[in-house]
T-cell receptor, first 113, second 114 residues
Framework: NAGVTQTPKFRVLKTGQSMTLLCAQDMNHEYMYWYRQDPGMGLRLIHYSVGEGTTAKGEVPDGYNVSRLKKQNFLLGLESAAPSQTSVYFC????????????FGEGSRLTVL | AQKVTQAQTEISVVEKEDVTLDCVYETRDTTYYLFWYKQPPSGELVFLIR??????QNEISGRYSWNFQKSTSSFNFTITASQVVDSAVYFCALSEIAGNMLTFGGGTRLMVKP
């Protein structure tokens, strides 16, 4: 059972380059999330989606875009990467009924030079 | 808005010592969930416990115990007889039941030395 899968796991970019992180879940969850993790700051919410075709901003959305064209996939895009976006990115999902628990992917480490 | 504060950024103990990780939260909602997650050096997030705001009973699971006090908005986590394998970053988190988001504290890095 794959759960939540993130690709790629590691990526190095140069400033100004663009890239997309893909999150895929096979649990038929309605809600999906993108977080970034930085030392001492915990996990901060970038964007989230409550269903196919809908997205919303989280705590730190600037510099990122997202799309949820299919229920199982949630894409996080960086149009023009900056060194401040060097971070570990986590995707998560949960069902519509809020038991509270999120199911996390293994993380994607992005370095912007 | 909801907020979670973990004032201890780093704790170092010697194996077999007991250690308590503090968590203080803020929320305007009366119904919410509180969580603890563990992040070992390998990087994945491991769910440890969920507690809802209606249930203030303390919980014990093996060497782990949690103390939820609504009066002080705290949800502290105690590891008894710590082991080297407990070394990790621990996150406390809050989710309003009617809301869409899970808010994390900044994390506490626990180092257990042999």
């Amino acid at each position: 059972n794959a759960g939540v899968t993130q690709t790629p796991k590691f990526r190095v970019l140069k400033t100004g380059q663009s890239m997309t992180l893909l999150c895929a879940q096979d649990m038929n969850h309605e809600y999906m999330y993108w977080y970034r993790q930085d030392p001492g700051m915990g996990l901060r919410l970038i964007h989230y989606s409550v269903g196919e075709g809908t997205t919303a901003k989280g705590e730190v959305p600037d510099g990122y875009n997202v799309s949820r064209l299919k229920k199982q996939n949630f894409l996080l895009g960086l149009e023009s990467a900056a060194p401040s976006q060097t971070s570990v990115y986590f995707c998560a999902s949960r069902p519509r009924v809020n038991t509270g628990e999120l199911f996390f992917g293994e993380g994607s480490r992005l370095t912007v030079l | 808005a909801q907020k979670v504060t973990q004032a201890q950024t780093e704790i170092s103990v010697v194996e077999k010592e007991d250690v308590t990780l503090d968590c203080v939260y803020e929320t305007r909602d009366t119904t919410y969930y509180l969580f603890w997650y563990k992040q070992p050096p390998s990087g994945e997030l491991v769910f440890l416990i969920r507690r809802n705001s209606f249930d203030e009973q303390n919980e014990i699971s093996g060497r782990y115990s949690w103390n939820f006090q609504k009066s002080t908005s705290s949800f502290n986590f105690t590891i008894t007889a710590s082991q080297v394998v407990d070394s990790a970053v621990y996150f406390c988190a809050l989710s309003e039941i009617a809301g869409n988001m899970l808010t994390f504290g900044g994390g506490t890095r626990l180092m257990v030395k042999p």
